[in-house]
């Protein structure tokens, strides 16, 4: 009916989104004030662009910026403007914990959900992340942490929304 296809047409948040992620917590080495963040495992690829991209298989979150091609993440989104956001991909990269550069891997799983709120005419995402990190992919709980990320990100171009004012 065209009520349905007005519905799902209020809600169009594709486009290309400038995103903020704030203090992102946990995954620590060391105890105490001696405590490091390892945030290292999102703060490069989550911080600038992101594209709200809709396709055959609904709505994706890509972060380009993340790996070779950028890290892609399903996303949904209901008429009251909630959003979730999910799945895993594959980090590789380097840190120095102290010894020098070593490479790391890890495999991220991304559970995250928020709202997209109208703002004159662009879209904006506020919500949160938690980012389980299973360094070496190897499977074992145990040894894996967790990363929470308080974001924003404001809508650029897409939509009714025609860059910044």
Not at 64 to 74: A, C, D, M, T, V
Not at 83 to 108: I, N, W, Y
Not at 112 to 132: P, Q
């Amino acid at each position: 009916s065209t009520d349905d296809a007005q519905a799902v047409e209020a809600l169009d948040i594709t486009g290309k989104y400038q995103i903020f992620p704030g203090s992102a917590t946990g995954c620590t080495l060391g105890e105490g004030e001696d405590a490091i963040s390892e945030n290292f495992w999102v703060i490069d690829w989550m911080t600038g662009p992101l594209k709200v991209n809709d396709g055959d298989e609904g709505l994706s979150f890509l972060f380009p910026k993340g790996g070779e091609e950028g890290y892609e993440f399903s996303a949904s989104i209901i008429d009251n403007g909630t959003f979730t956001l999910f799945g895993d991909v594959v980090f590789e990269g380097s840190t120095d914990r102290g010894l020098g550069p070593e490479p790391v891997m890890a495999r991220l799983s991304l559970d995250g959900s928020g709202e997209a709120n109208m703002n004159e005419d662009c879209w904006k995402l506020t919500g949160h992340l938690l980012v389980t990190v299973d360094e070496d992919d190897d499977g074992i709980e145990v040894n894996n942490c967790e990363i929470n990320v308080p974001f924003e990100a404001s809508q650029l171009s897409g939509g009714s929304c025609k860059g910044m004012h």
